[in-house]
């Protein structure tokens, strides 16, 4: 095994142990934010579908 595949193995291994933690996404509904995992699936298919914008004055 050459130097290099040592090192991608030994880099996928330390990947393999990486854990994360699950965070919640808060979007603005109506005047007021919500975590989307609480919405209803018609509210997160248009999420999905949301695209952002700038207004610039």
Known sequence: ???REAQIQQ???QLASIKGTPCD???RVV???S???HWNE???EEF???ETFA???
Do not use: A, D, F, W
Request: no cysteine; hydrophobic share 15%.
């Open 1 to 3: 095994m050459s130097q």
């Open 11 to 13: 880099l996928e291994e």
């Open 25 to 27: 996404i808060y979007s």
């Open 31 to 33: 005047g007021y934010h």
């Open 35 to 37: 975590p989307t995992n």
């Open 42 to 44: 018609g509210k997160k």
């Open 48 to 50: 999905g579908k949301r």
């Open 55 to 57: 207004v610039n004055p």
